[in-house]
């Protein structure tokens, strides 16, 4: 039997449960996960892989106005895997119903693909009934498809969704080999891992102006040392991170730590260092030493 293979971006408003399904789809905690929105902030590639498809999932930053320049890096990682896409899967929230003005940002990101799209409601293990069919018409109306009805976070209706994008993609060989789950690196990971610990540890603003980076990665030692950077937005949010007496970093070295050992399967030893820099969040070069690619127009 020929196989099937293929990238499927998954696309939605921020919290729209992209992430979690994510991980379902690939049965692997991959793809940070939080209560609020806007965790994702570049692109998370995980790799399905049965005897007759392949499948390549590329999570994305949610849909959003932008308001500085890495969101508008955020929203041209969304924009990108579109444009890469065989399948677009766009999920809808029925616990939260997209406004016209958010509307009109999805609309316009579908502009970017060529590729069939297919659209799944969310969270049928929460929303109540009247929600689920509001969102399911908006998916006839706005985007002319009959939407799968699925739970990333239980499962339900996956298997049915997953036999759909099956069937929609194209004939071809695997690109990946079949046991490789993710794309990214270990660190990008690791630092992922940090991050998800910084939005739920911190308040406010706080989470969204802390950027991760692993500077040193030593496996061969046991425990797995590893040496890691929090970037900060302004010199006064270092203080916060490191709270009275060095308090508040040593609840997220601890929590960090564990999730990572679970990750990695092994012991690991966390050192963690926070430094500023500067605005990075409006400022293309650091930005760019984040990892992050924005258009050549975007100012
Ligand atoms: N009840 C319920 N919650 C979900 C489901 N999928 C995601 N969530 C929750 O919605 C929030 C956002 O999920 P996330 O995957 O980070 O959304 P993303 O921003 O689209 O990637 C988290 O609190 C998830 O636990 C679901 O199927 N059911
Ligand atoms: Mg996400």
């Known amino acids: 039997m020929p196989t099937r293979s293929g990238y499927v971006a998954l696309v939605g408003r921020p919290n729209a449960g992209k992430s979690t399904l994510l991980n ?20 998370v590639t995980g790799i399905r892989t049965t005897a007759s498809s392949q499948m390549v999932f590329l999570d994305t930053p949610g849909l959003l106005e932008v308001r500085d320049l890495h969101q508008r890096a955020m929203l041209e990682a969304a924009h990108e895997a579109l444009r890469e896409a065989d399948l677009t899967l766009l999920l809808l929230d029925p616990t939260r119903p997209l406004e016209e003005s958010r509307r009109q940002v999805v609309v316009e990101a579908l502009d970017e693909t ?3 799209i297919l659209v799944a409601v969310n969270k049928i293990d929460e929303a109540s009934s009247p929600a689920i069919e509001a969102a399911a018409a908006e998916a006839r109306e ?3 498809a009959e939407p799968f009805l699925i739970s990333a976070r239980t499962g339900e209706g996956v298997p049915t969704l ?4 099956e069937a929609g993609l194209p004939e071809g060989p695997f690109y990946y080999p ?4 993710a794309l990214q690196p270990v660190r990008f990971f690791v630092s992922e891992l940090v991050r998800e610990t910084v939005f739920e540890q911190y308040d406010d603003e706080i989470p969204y102006a802390v950027a991760t980076r692993v500077e040193e990665f030593r496996e061969g030692q046991d425990p797995i040392y590893i040496g890691l950077t929090l970037l900060v937005e302004r010199p006064s949010q270092k203080g916060i991170l490191i709270g009275k007496g060095g308090r508040a970093i040593r609840a997220l070295g601890t929590a960090s730590r564990a999730k990572i050992e679970t990750f990695l399967g092994r012991p690991v030893y966390l050192d963690l260092w926070v430094k500023p820099l500067s605005g990075w969040r409006r400022k293309r070069r650091a930005l760019a030493r984040l990892g992050y690619r924005l258009p050549e127009d975007a100012s």
């Open 142 to 144: 706005s985007f002319g």
């Open 178 to 181: 079949a046991d490789d789950l």
């Open 162 to 165: 997953v036999n759909a994008l």
């Open 24 to 43: 379902t789809l690939v049965g692997e905690k991959l793809s940070i996960v939080t209560a609020r929105a806007q965790t994702t902030w570049q692109r």
């Open 114 to 116: 060529d590729a069939p």
